[in-house]
């Protein structure tokens, strides 16, 4: 335990560097690329929470992302920006800007996880293909619904404008790699806590779970309510630090691009989720110097990978420090 | 009253489509119990090999049926091919590596032929040459009925009762309905299951390039991302009529195009894309199995 606190002290002082030193050397582009990989990798592991870990198919998850962001964009311009203006009289700018930021993040993960109960609970009585399909539409729907309310934009898109010496965008690095970390490691105590079992018991086996006493029902509604909080915070993060949103990026497209990160990396490993949400984000920028033929490849990229590795990159195990430490040859390459 | 009807028309027509794309979907998770997420990019290529065939032979200067049936087959033979090379390529490598591992590979070689799309085709929409002159064909009451929706219709028809002829009266329609049914029993039956596999994604992609035609006649213009919207409302029509059920596919095909056609009429066009997932789901919920499928 002491070990532990010992880590997540040194997390943070890292991260509170990060957030001061990164601006200072890394340009726009790289950290605008950094956000949207952090935000990959929170909405690409809170799906697994759902597809790898409870052997639910929910392919709808950038429906929840939308939910999130939409809400604490709203919260912030209708609300927020009042509180900012107040808190910023008081306080420091950072330092007030600190203050809020988590405010609108847990709003938009409030929000993302009430959508999730509503649609997770009549679809989870569905099994298989039919809850992927259902969680297919239930995005589709919810987008569409957006994009048919005027007070957030509908159509035109979404901007989080403020009055003069307000800003609502938040690109910090180091606080968002916080967030992200934090909102991991909850998933993982989640998940490998003795309680969590439950959740790996439905996915391996729903009739024997149920036999063992395993509640089925509150359980996945449990996963899937989780996963659409965390998917909100994601969507929250994203809307916050790109200061304007649109429906186009919460698509089915997106939803798939999720799908594929999960698969990818593995079903059942956070890190793998992690590793193939930062990696195939950052494939097409990296590949940018190919031009037209960067998505190309990209998308090759992945039919290689899922035919030369089936089971994703990690399986469904972790990648830990421990295991690297333990054999330094092999496990890096998740084969251990 | 009147308005109704001809609403309905061009509903059936719209309806057809989509159901042909959908049998596409419904008889490759038949076999397969795979989403084939890049069938919608097979009915893209067939309206543009359509495009580039009636280019090329001039066809769209002098409307003609005849003009009509060549890009048809051309747009059938170009998208039979690319069905089989997708399969070869993206599929069957994982038969066996479980459902999940396919289903990637099928969003990936569906990106993959979007963005070759837009490399090949160019990114900006295309205008499916006039293949046919239209005007109306014949009145019912006051119901007119075009030579375009005729055409649609009887295409439609022509072809699903063709596939209705090879399920159910051929050799190759046996041997698909028995791998739909038990893909291992079959095998050990002496039915030569990745043939079957191959061909039933033939025959997918045939009825899907002839929708893609049928579109760029009724509604010309095309592009390397046309397939993705539509592709995914046939998917959902495959399942309301019940995944896996070739009949199914048909009723939730014109089921489908009938409301979204009545839905942007009579209430709103913003709502249109959104009425294909309500009904989606309010089936699902009370008949998860959707209309015509079996548990």
């Known amino acids: 335990m002491r070990r532990a606190a010992f880590l997540a002290i040194a997390a943070v002082a890292l991260l509170a560097l990060a957030e001061l030193a990164l601006p200072q050397v890394l340009n726009r582009y790289y950290a605008t690329i950094g956000v949207r990989i952090l935000v990959a990798v929170l909405a690409a592991t809170s799906l697994q929470l759902v597809n790898g870990f409870t052997g639910q198919f929910s392919i709808g998850h950038a429906g929840f992302m939308a939910v999130g962001a939409y809400a604490s964009a709203a919260l912030s311009v209708y609300l927020g920006a009042g509180w900012l203006e107040a808190l910023q009289s008081v306080l420091p700018q950072p330092l007030a800007r600190l203050a809020y930021f988590p405010l609108p993040l847990l709003a938009g993960g409030l929000a993302a996880s009430l959508a999730g109960l509503v649609v997770g609970v009549p679809s989870l009585r569905l099994r298989g293909d039919y809850l992927a399909i259902a969680t297919l539409g239930f995005g589709e729907i919810i987008r569409i619904a957006i994009l048919n309310v005027d007070a957030v934009g509908g159509a035109r898109g979404f901007a989080l404008s403020a009055p003069a010496g307000v800003d609502l965008r938040y690109e910090g690095l180091g606080m968002i790699g916080a967030v992200v970390v934090l909102s991991l490691l909850v998933m993982a105590r989640l998940v490998y806590a003795p309680g969590g079992l439950a959740f790996r018991a439905v996915r391996e086996d729903e009739i024997a779970a149920e036999a063992m006493g395993i509640p089925t029902t509150r359980v996945k509604v449990e996963a899937f309510v989780v996963a659409s909080f965390f998917a909100g915070v994601a969507g929250a993060l994203f809307a916050h630090a790109e200061g304007y949103v649109h429906t186009n990026s919460f698509t089915f497209v997106r939803s798939f691009e999720l799908v594929a990160f999960v698969v990818l990396g593995g079903l059942g490993s956070f890190t793998g989720a992690a590793i193939a949400a930062a990696g195939l984000t950052a494939a097409p920028e990296l590949l940018r110097g190919l031009g037209e033929w960067r998505m190309i490849l990209y998308s090759v990229l992945i039919i290689a990978t899922m035919i030369l590795r089936p089971q994703g990159l990690l399986g469904s195990r972790e990648l830990s420090l421990a295991r690297l430490r333990r054999r330094p040859g092999t496990a890096a390459a998740g084969a251990g | 009253m009147e308005q109704f009807f001809q609403q309905l028309l061009n509903g059936i027509a719209w309806g057809g489509i989509y159901a042909l794309v959908a049998l596409g979907y419904t008889m490759v998770y038949g076999v397969l119990r795979l989403i084939n997420f890049a069938h919608g990019e097979v009915y893209m290529v067939g309206a543009m090999t359509g495009y580039y065939v009636a280019h090329a032979l001039s066809l769209g200067r002098e409307p003609s049926l005849a003009g009509l049936v060549v890009v048809l087959l051309a747009a059938m033979g170009a998208c039979a091919l690319l069905g089989a090379t997708i399969e070869r390529v993206a599929y069957r490598p994982l038969r066996g590596a479980g459902r999940l591992a396919p289903l990637i590979t099928a969003i990936g070689v569906s990106l993959l032929l979007q963005n070759a799309g837009q490399l090949v085709f160019g990114a900006d929409p295309k205008f499916f040459p006039p293949l046919l002159a ?132 009579y209430l709103s066009s913003t709502y249109r894309d959104a009425i294909a997932f309500v009904i989606l789901i309010a089936i699902l919920l009370y008949r998860p199995t959707g209309l015509f499928g079996t548990a």
């Open chain 2, 134 to 265: 239209s005007r109306e064909s014949f009145r019912v009451g006051a119901l007119a009925v075009s030579n375009i929706q005729l055409t649609v219709i009887t295409t439609v028809v022509v072809l699903m009762a063709g596939l209705q002829l090879i399920v159910n009266r051929t050799r190759f329609g046996r041997a698909m309905r028995a791998v739909s049914m038990d893909a291992p029993a079959a095998a050990l039956m002496g039915v030569p299951v990745d043939r079957v596999i191959s061909g039933t994604f033939v025959l997918g992609s045939v009825l899907a390039a002839a929708a893609g035609i049928l579109v760029g006649l009724s509604n010309p213009k095309i592009d390397p991302l046309m397939g993705l919207l539509p592709g995914l409302k046939a998917f959902v029509a495959a399942v309301l009529g019940g995944i896996g059920s070739i009949p199914g596919a048909m009723a939730g095909g014109l089921l489908l195009g009938i409301v979204e056609t009545l839905v942007s009429g």
